[in-house]
């Protein structure tokens, strides 16, 4: 029953952190975007007018994806929560480079964040 609840995890870290690199890279990508529109509007020496719909959407998306981002850390959270409901504990799935709250938990010292400065799903970027 343990290999099969490790087995499970190590999926679920892989595939987590797959879901986070896909959604950096994406809000990479669309930031490129959101710097190359109105660079090339001022290289063609277009109006201010010219593309702005266009610029407004892509900024648009840019903060959709933090949105996303933002989504993907809170279950990344509450998936921490749910291995030590499961009887995981404290485990390192994947590379993992801790926040530096996370020597806080280590340390035994509370500072109000105990239950969410131990990221053990964590992996480097």
Same mark, same amino acid.
């Given at each position: 029953?343990?290999? +099969?609840?490790?087995?499970?995890?190590?999926?679920?870290?892989?595939?987590?952190?797959?879901a986070e690199d896909?959604?950096?890279?994406?809000?990479?990508?669309?930031?490129?975007?959101?710097?190359?529109?109105?660079?090339?509007?001022?290289?063609?020496?277009?109006?201010?007018?010219?593309?702005?719909?266009?610029?407004?959407?892509?900024?648009?998306?840019?903060?959709?994806?933090? +949105?996303?981002?933002?989504?993907?850390?809170?279950?990344?959270?509450?998936?921490?929560?749910?291995?030590?409901?499961?009887?995981?504990?404290?485990?390192?799935?994947?590379?993992?480079?801790?926040?530096?709250?996370?020597?806080?938990?280590?340390?035994?010292?509370?500072?109000?964040?105990?239950?969410?400065?131990?990221?053990?799903?964590?992996?480097?970027?």
């Amino acid at each position: 029953m343990l290999n +099969e609840r490790l087995s499970a995890a190590k999926k679920i870290a892989s595939e987590l952190h797959e879901a986070e690199d896909a959604i950096d890279e994406t809000m990479i990508r669309i930031a490129q975007l959101a710097a190359t529109l109105p660079t090339a509007r001022r290289d063609i020496n277009m109006s201010a007018i010219v593309g702005q719909e266009a610029m407004a959407k892509v900024a648009n998306a840019l903060a959709a994806a933090g +949105e996303v981002r933002q989504l993907l850390t809170d279950a990344h959270i509450a998936l921490t929560a749910t291995q030590k409901q499961v009887g995981l504990g404290t485990r390192m799935f994947g590379a993992g480079v801790k926040p530096p709250e996370a020597s806080l938990v280590e340390a035994g010292e509370d500072r109000g964040m105990a239950e969410i400065a131990h990221f053990p799903l964590a992996k480097a970027s």
